[in-house]
């Protein structure tokens, strides 16, 4: 059965470094990181902060650079651990940073993504979670420049909705991970997790 464990969470909070731990002691897993590098090289991430490039473009660019690679990762027929999913993409992004016309075109196309999902797909959601305080500690000390101006009022609705998305009937199961302890405790905790499901 095609099987998705998704590791979401809000920026900085540590899925990464998780990850990393995890793909260390797992190479049974298909592992699928986020993109984040082939959005920065293409500029995309500083462009829709400084306000170059519309939300509606770069979440809709966002979605579909993730499902190619995990639409192809599922063909690979092993458990696919993936950083952030089509799931958290729509609920916690495009709810946060798209309206109108931009929302409803947005909503078409993950629709038809997900219908092009294989059958009897099997969703698991490991949520790490911190408080905003400690993930703006976080990225500044990760110094990525596109994240210099994102705002306490966008990290604290990115939290409301990820809030929300751990309660999506969608999920077939939902974990949650305090991302405050230390790092090893987390990809324990992470590892854990994943054990139960695969």
Same mark, same amino acid.
């Given at each position: 059965?095609?099987?998705?464990?998704?590791?979401?969470?809000?920026?900085?909070?540590?899925?990464?470094?998780?990850?990393?731990?995890?793909?260390?002691?797992?190479?049974?897993?298909?592992?699928?990181?986020?993109? @984040?590098?082939?959005? /920065?090289?293409?500029?995309?991430?500083?462009?829709?902060?400084?306000?170059?490039?519309?939300?509606?473009? +770069?979440?809709?660019?966002?979605?579909?650079?993730?499902?190619?690679?995990?639409?192809?990762?599922?063909?690979?027929?092993?458990?696919?651990?993936?950083?952030?999913?089509?799931?958290?993409?729509? +609920?916690?992004? #495009?709810?946060?940073?798209?309206?109108? !016309?931009?929302?409803?075109?947005? /909503?078409? #196309?993950?629709?038809?993504?997900?219908?092009?999902?294989?059958?009897?797909?099997?969703?698991?959601?490991?949520?790490?979670?911190?408080?905003?305080?400690?993930?703006?500690?976080?990225?500044?000390?990760?110094?990525?420049?596109? /994240?210099?101006?994102?705002?306490?009022?966008?990290?604290?609705?990115?939290?409301?909705?990820?809030? @929300?998305?751990? !309660?999506?009937?969608? #999920?077939?199961?939902?974990?949650?991970?305090?991302?405050?302890?230390?790092?090893?405790?987390?990809?324990?905790?992470?590892?854990?997790?994943?054990?139960?499901?695969?």
């Amino acid at each position: 059965m095609p099987t998705i464990v998704s590791i979401e969470g809000g920026i900085g909070v540590g899925k990464s470094t998780a990850l990393a731990a995890l793909k260390a002691t797992r190479p049974d897993l298909h592992f699928l990181d986020e993109p @984040v590098e082939a959005w /920065e090289e293409a500029g995309l991430l500083a462009a829709v902060y400084d306000g170059r490039l519309t939300a509606g473009a +770069f979440q809709l660019s966002a979605l579909m650079s993730r499902a190619g690679g995990l639409l192809a990762a599922l063909r690979d027929h092993r458990v696919v651990v993936a950083e952030r999913s089509p799931w958290s993409d729509a +609920f916690v992004f #495009a709810k946060a940073n798209l309206e109108g !016309h931009e929302l409803a075109a947005y /909503e078409l #196309a993950h629709d038809a993504l997900m219908k092009a999902m294989p059958a009897g797909l099997v969703w698991c959601q490991v949520h790490l979670i911190a408080p905003v305080k400690v993930l703006q500690a976080r990225m500044a000390v990760r110094g990525r420049q596109a /994240e210099a101006g994102i705002s306490d009022a966008y990290m604290k609705r990115l939290e409301a909705l990820h809030g @929300v998305l751990r !309660h999506s009937t969608e #999920a077939t199961t939902t974990t949650v991970i305090d991302a405050t302890m230390e790092a090893a405790e987390v990809a324990a905790q992470l590892a854990a997790a994943v054990e139960e499901v695969c």
